[in-house]
C-alpha cells in the first residue's frame, strides 16, 4: 500500500516518494543561444497512487515560474539541498489522473550537464553556439522539473524552439515544423517531435544549433544518421558504417527489433563523458565518432568502433530494460563493455578484438589488487555516489565477468539467456539478480545445472579477485584459491566461485571451483599444464616453480596470444606485489625476443615502463640497453616500412616496437629516424602510414626542445581531425623538459584547450617521468580553478597519475593535500589513487637497490 507523505519532514532525502507516478511529459524548451539562457514548460500527466497535497519532484538550477495542478495554483519552494521541488495544494489530490503544469527558465551552463552550451568556430572564425544536452546519472532536473530517478519511466513528448536556419533535435523522429514570432519581432520554429518510448529521464535528449547531417541509412527499416558540425561531413563515413553494421548486428543477436523509432548520431564539440546512449539520439565527443581512416591509426579507429556499438548496445541493455536503481549502474555498462567487444569483433575480425580485451582486463585488475578497492554492486544513496559508479570496476571488471560467464556457460546459451532477460523485462526496471535469474533458468531448460546466480552473486557482491595457486600433488592438479593483493603479506582466503579452463597436454578441460580447494586428476603428472586455457577467467594464476618449469619455450609458443599476454601480464604483477624481483622478470622476458603478437608486447611494455620508475636516473643507460636487446630483433624482422597487405594488428605491432627502441631503449638511429618520418607526415600525411606518424610524434615530443614544442603547439590549432589534434595536444605533455611542461599546463588553463580535453592534458602531464611533479604542483596551485572550470567527472580522472609519484616524500605530500581537499563525487577512486600511490612507493624502495645491484 502506497502511503503519501504528509510533510516535508517525511521525505528520504535521495530518493523522491512513490505516490505521485509520472506517465507522460510535454516538454516545451526555448533555448536562446544568444543569451544562453532558455525558457520552458512541462506538463506532467501523472498517477496518484495515494490521496495528498504534497508533490515532490526534482529540479536544479532552475527559476520556477508558475505550478498548476490539475488546472489549480499551487504554492511551490525549490530544496535547493536535496534538489527538490515541493508543491503544495490546496485541495487534497484524488486518487487517480492528475496533470502537473509548471513554467521554468534556466542557463544554458558551461559545465557539459543537463541542458548546457557547447561552442565551435566556423570557417571565418565566429563563435557558433550549440544547445546540447546530458542528464545521466542525476542532471534531467537541471534542464527541467521531473521525477528524475531511474524507475519513474514514462513517455516524453518534447517541442523545441529555434531560428529557422538551426537543426533540432531529440530522442523522437520530427513530426512537425511551425514558425511563430517571437517577443522581439525575430521569425523562429518550433519543432515538435514524435512521443518517445517509455524510459527514464536520464536518457531525455536535445540538441539545438547550426548544424548539418548525413544521409538517412536505412538499418532494416531504422533510419540512421550523423549530425556534426559544418565542414566535417568528409569524417562521417567510417562512424555511420559502424554504427549500421553494429545496429543489425545487435538486432540478430537480440532477437529483438530496435525498440524505437530512429537514430541519430550527434558528434559535440563539447561533452564531457566519452558518448552518452540517449534513445534515438546518442551524443558523442567529436573524437569517438568522427574519423579519417586514411590518417588515424588502427586504436583510433577502434575506439570509434567500441563507442559506438557501446552505446548502441544500451538502446536495449539499459535503455529497454533499465536498472530500478542506480546501485544496478554497473550492469548496464558491464553489458555495454562486453557487448561492444563482441560487435566489434564481428566487425573487424582482422582486430583480434577480443585478444586486445585483455588490456582493459589488466586495468581492472590494477585498481581490484588494492585493498580499497570496491565490490562491483555497493549501496548508493546520494548523486555524488551515482557518479562514484563510472569507473573501471563498473566497466572493465564488470564486462570482464560477464565474458568469462559467457566462455564457461557457451556462447549460445548465454545468448538465449539474454533474449530471455529482454523479453522479460521490455521497458520495465530490474535487481541484477533478474539477469542471473533468466540465464539460469534458460541453462536449466536446456539440460544445464550450472548456478549462474550463486555463481555471479560470488564475484559481484565482495571486492577483489582469486590468486589461483597450482602445484601438482599425489598425481592431481592443486588448484587453490586465496585473494590476489598487491600487499604479498596480506593473503586473504577467497570464496569465489570461478570457472577454470584447464589444458594439460593440448586437452582442455571445464572445472568450477566452489570451495578453496579443487583437485583435478592428472593421467600424465609430468605433463605440461596451463591453468586459466584461453585466457578468460578473471584471476591470476601462480604456478608452483615445478610447473613453472614446465612451461618450456616450445609450451609458451604454442600458448594462444592471451595465454602468452596473461603469463607476462602476471609476472609483472607479482613484481609489483613483490612475490617475484623485478631481475627475474626481465629474465622472463628476455625469452620473448622472438615473440611477434601485438598484444603479448603491450604486457611487456607495460612492465618496462614500470621498471623505468624504478631504476634511477644513474642506472637508466643500462636499463635502456636491456630494451633494445629485448626490441631490435623484432624491429628488424617486420621492417621500418609497412609490407603490401600488412594487417593493422602489424602495422599498430611497428609503431610500438618502434617508439619502445627510440624511447625506453634510447636508440640514437631510432630517433634520427623518427623525425624524419615526422617531418614527412606534417608535409604529407597520406606518404607516412598512420602508425608510423603516431609513433614518430610520440618519440619528436619525448626526446624534442622548444623548437618541437612550438611547432606541436601550432600543428594542434591547425589540425585536421580530432584524431590529429588529440594527438599533438597530448605530446606537448611528454617533452622532457620542466619549462615546457609547465608551459603545458599553462596552455591546458589557457581557454584556447576545451575543458573535456584540459583535464586529461595534466594528467598526462603529470605522467611525465622526469617532470610530473611540475604538473602536480601546478594543479595544488590551481585547485580551485580546476574545480570550478571542468566538468565534475574529470576531476578525479585529472589526478590519478599522482600515484606515479613514487618517493615517500611526494606520498606525504599527496595525502596532506587531499586530506584537506577531497573529492566527494570520486571519494572511493581517490582512496585508490592513494593506495595505489604508496604501492609504487614500496616497489620502488623494495626493488631499486636489487635492479641496481644486478644491472
Not at 546512449?277 to 583510433?300: H, K
Not at 581490484?368 to 572493465?396: H, Q
Not at 623518427?674 to 617531418?679: E, K, L, N
Amino acid at each position: 500500500m502506497t502511503i503519501a507523505p504528509e510533510t516535508r519532514a517525511d521525505l528520504d532525502p535521495y530518493r523522491l516518494p512513490r505516490h505521485v507516478v509520472p506517465r507522460r511529459y510535454e516538454v516545451h524548451l526555448d533555448p536562446n543561444l544568444r543569451t544562453s539562457g532558455f525558457t520552458g514548460r512541462v506538463i506532467i500527466e501523472c498517477v496518484v497512487e495515494a490521496p495528498t497535497r504534497l508533490v515532490v519532484l526534482n529540479a536544479k538550477d532552475l527559476e520556477i515560474g508558475a505550478v498548476f495542478v490539475d488546472g489549480a495554483p499551487a504554492i511551490h519552494a525549490i530544496d535547493a539541498t536535496d534538489d527538490r521541488l515541493i508543491i503544495s495544494t490546496t485541495d487534497t489530490v484524488s486518487v487517480g489522473p492528475t496533470m502537473i503544469d509548471i513554467t521554468f527558465s534556466g542557463v544554458l551552463n558551461d559545465k557539459l550537464r543537463g541542458f548546457y552550451r557547447s561552442t565551435y568556430r566556423d570557417d571565418d572564425g565566429v563563435e557558433q553556439v550549440i544547445a546540447a544536452s546530458q542528464m545521466q546519472s542525476t542532471d534531467c532536473r537541471r534542464a527541467f522539473p521531473c521525477f528524475d530517478e531511474p524507475d519513474f519511466k514514462a513517455v516524453f513528448a518534447v517541442t523545441l524552439a529555434c531560428d529557422p536556419d538551426h537543426l533540432a533535435i531529440s530522442n523522437g523522429p520530427e513530426v512537425e515544423r511551425t514558425t511563430f514570432t517571437d517577443s522581439e519581432g525575430h521569425e523562429r520554429s518550433l519543432v515538435r517531435f514524435a512521443d518517445t518510448m517509455p524510459m527514464s529521464t536520464y536518457l531525455v535528449a536535445f540538441v539545438v544549433g547550426r548544424l548539418e547531417t548525413t544521409s538517412v541509412v536505412d538499418v532494416g527499416g531504422v533510419p540512421l544518421r550523423l549530425v556534426h558540425v559544418p565542414g566535417k561531413s568528409h569524417l562521417t563515413a567510417f562512424g555511420l558504417d559502424v554504427g549500421a553494421r553494429s545496429l543489425q548486428w545487435f538486432v540478430d543477436y537480440y532477437g529483438i527489433p530496435y525498440p524505437d523509432a530512429k537514430i541519430d548520431m550527434v558528434a559535440l564539440p563539447d561533452f564531457a563523458a566519452g558518448a552518452m546512449e540517449n534513445v534515438g539520439c546518442i551524443t558523442y565527443r567529436e573524437s569517438l565518432l568522427l574519423v579519417d581512416p586514411a590518417t588515424s591509426t588502427q586504436s583510433e579507429q577502434q575506439l570509434v568502433a567500441d563507442v559506438v556499438s557501446h552505446e548502441l548496445a544500451h538502446m536495449w541493455f539499459g535503455d529497454l530494460v533499465t536498472m530500478k536503481w542506480w546501485n544496478g549502474i554497473w550492469l548496464n555498462e558491464a553489458f555495454a563493455t562486453f557487448m561492444e567487444v563482441a560487435a566489434c569483433a564481428a566487425y573487424r575480425p582482422d582486430w583480434d578484438r577480443w585478444t586486445t580485451f585483455s588490456l582493459d582486463r589488466t586495468a581492472a585488475f590494477d585498481t581490484d589488487s588494492l585493498a580499497s578497492t570496491r565490490p562491483i554492486e555497493f549501496e548508493v544513496r546520494s548523486p555524488d555516489d551515482c557518479e562514484g559508479m563510472f569507473d573501471v570496476l563498473t566497466y572493465e571488471k564488470g564486462g570482464s565477468i560477464l565474458r568469462m560467464l559467457e566462455q564457461y556457460l557457451g556462447e549460445s546459451r548465454f545468448r538465449d539467456g539474454i533474449r530471455h532477460y529482454l523479453r522479460t523485462h521490455s521497458y520495465g526496471n530490474t535487481e541484477t539478480s533478474d539477469l542471473w535469474d533468466a540465464i539460469e533458468a534458460t541453462v536449466e531448460a536446456d539440460g544445464g545445472g550450472e548456478p549462474v546466480r550463486a555463481l555471479m552473486d560470488s564475484w559481484i557482491w565482495q571486492p577483489g579477485y582469486p590468486l589461483i595457486g597450482a602445484r601438482v600433488e599425489g598425481g592431481a592438479l592443486v588448484l587453490r584459491q586465496r585473494r590476489f593483493s598487491f600487499d604479498a603479506s596480506n593473503d586473504e582466503e577467497g570464496n569465489w566461485l570461478v570457472p577454470v579452463h584447464v589444458r594439460v597436454n593440448g586437452s582442455t578441460t571445464k572445472h568450477l571451483m566452489t570451495s578453496e580447494e579443487l583437485r583435478v586428476p592428472l593421467s600424465d603428472p609430468t605433463a605440461s599444464v596451463v591453468v586459466n586455457a584461453e585466457g578468460h577467467g578473471f584471476y591470476r594464476v601462480d604456478y608452483s616453480p615445478e610447473l613453472l618449469a614446465r612451461l618450456s619455450h616450445d609450451v609458451v609458443a604454442g600458448m594462444n596470444t592471451v595465454e602468452r599476454y596473461n603469463l607476462v601480464d602476471d609476472a609483472w604483477n607479482a613484481v609489483v606485489a613483490g612475490r617475484l624481483s623485478a631481475i627475474d622478470y626481465l629474465t622472463l622476458i628476455s625469452d620473448f625476443t622472438d615473440e611477434r603478437e601485438l598484444a603479448v608486447w603491450q604486457a611487456i611494455s607495460i612492465g618496462l615502463r614500470g621498471l623505468t620508475r624504478v631504476v634511477p636516473e644513474s642506472h637508466q643507460e643500462k636499463l635502456q640497453a636491456r630494451v633494445r636487446t629485448l626490441v631490435s630483433d623484432a624491429v628488424l624482422d617486420i621492417g621500418w616500412d609497412p609490407r603490401p597487405n600488412e594487417d593493422d594488428l602489424r602495422s599498430k605491432l611497428r609503431g610500438l616496437l618502434v617508439t619502445l627502441l627510440a624511447v625506453n631503449g634510447g636508440d640514437d638511429d631510432a630517433r634520427v629516424r623518427c623525425r624524419s618520418i615526422f617531418d614527412r607526415s606534417v608535409v604529407d600525411s597520406s606518404d607516412v602510414h598512420p602508425e608510423l606518424a603516431a609513433a614518430a610524434t610520440a618519440v619528436v615530443a619525448s626526446t624534442g626542445d622548444a623548437v618541437d614544442y612550438g611547432r606541436f603547439r601550432d600543428l594542434f590549432r591547425s589540425a585536421a581531425t580530432p584524431q590529429e589534434q588529440l594527438r599533438y595536444l597530448y605530446a606537448l605533455a611528454d617533452f622532457d623538459d620542466a619549462n615546457l611542461i609547465l608551459e603545458t599546463c599553462r596552455f591546458a588553463l589557457s581557454g584556447e584547450v576545451k575543458s573535456q580535453n584540459a583535464p586529461f592534458v595534466l594528467a598526462r602531464a603529470m605522467q611525465n617521468r622526469r617532470n610530473g611533479d611540475v604538473a602536480w604542483r601546478f594543479v595544488r596551485e590551481n585547485w580551485t580553478h580546476a574545480n570550478t572550470t571542468f566538468p565534475v567527472n574529470t576531476i578525479i580522472r585529472m589526478v590519478q597519475p599522482v600515484a606515479t609519484l613514487n618517493t615517500p616524500e611526494k606520498g606525504a605530500e599527496v595525502g596532506a593535500f587531499f586530506a584537506e581537499h577531497p573529492i566527494p563525487q570520486s571519494a572511493k577512486t581517490l582512496d585508490q589513487v592513494l593506495e595505489r600511490q604508496r604501492v609504487n612507493i614500496a616497489l620502488r624502495e623494495r626493488e631499486q637497490p636489487r635492479i641496481v645491484a644486478s644491472l
